[in-house]
């Protein structure tokens, strides 16, 4: 069975730093890219970005590139999202998603972590 | 770049048929998956490639697609499909991966 399981809840503040993580399992993780997916409060889905693991291949949405870094260790099955410096208008929350290829090259995405809830607030 | 354009709600009544839409100007070109979301959960897939259903989705879950308009088809909708629904669609080059702004169905 595939699963992806996310980091537990965060509450920040301002300023802090913060790397949020989705373990893999029930599948080959590095054969997979594994994307991050926000949606802040009674919000849609946004796509952040996502990482290949068999060559570290990265690729951001405009919209999140410079605001956030993605990376995974493939050693351990494990995606990360990672904040230098959060703001308040980070709060919300994130899913991690595979993101596999079907036909005709058209990629989607197939299984979701439960998501992590990112609160930040002075 | 590319957008995805759904209403904000759709309502039926126990039993009927709910119909929700999806209009883009690539998707004659591009497929369209739609995803469920219930209230605090994520997402689940219910359907892909157009008109594909993932195992596990009940048949009363179907998808189409007609020039600019996608369309998830919920044939004698329940209390339990009760949720916010996405479509979704990227060309196959992945530079433009896009999330309509989702709709939320109500059955009551």
């Known amino acids: 069975e595939v699963q992806l399981v996310q980091s537990g809840a965060e509450v920040k503040k301002p300023g802090d730093s913060l790397k949020i993580s989705c373990e893999g399992s029930g599948y080959s993780f590095s054969s997979y890219w594994i994307a991050w997916v926000r949606q802040m409060p009674g919000k849609g889905l946004e796509w952040m970005g996502m990482f290949y693991p068999p060559d570290s291949n990265i690729r951001y949405s405009p919209s999140f590139q410079g605001q956030v870094t993605i990376s995974a260790d493939k050693s351990i099955n494990t995606a990360y999202l990672q904040w230098s410096s959060l703001k308040a208008s980070d709060t919300g929350m994130y899913f991690c998603?595979?993101?596999?290829?079907?036909?005709?090259?058209?990629?989607?995405?197939?299984?979701w972590g439960q998501g992590t809830q990112l609160t930040v607030s002075s | 770049s590319f957008e995805l354009t759904q209403p904000p709600s759709v309502s039926v009544s126990p039993g009927q048929t709910a119909r929700i839409a999806c209009s883009g100007d690539?998707?004659?070109?591009?497929?369209a998956y739609w995803y469920q979301q219930k209230s605090g959960q994520a997402p689940v897939l219910v359907s892909y490639?157009?008109?594909k259903r993932p195992s596990g989705i009940p048949e009363r879950f179907s998808g189409s697609s007609s020039g600019t308009k996608a369309t998830l088809t919920i044939s004698g909708a329940q209390v339990d499909d009760e949720a916010d629904y996405y479509c979704y669609s990227t060309d196959n080059t992945d530079n433009h991966v896009v999330f309509g702004g989702g709709t939320k169905l109500t059955v009551l």
């Open positions: 490639e157009d008109s």
């Open positions: 998603a595979r993101y596999r290829g079907g036909v005709g090259g058209y990629y989607y995405f197939d299984y």
């Open positions: 690539a998707l004659p070109k591009q497929f």
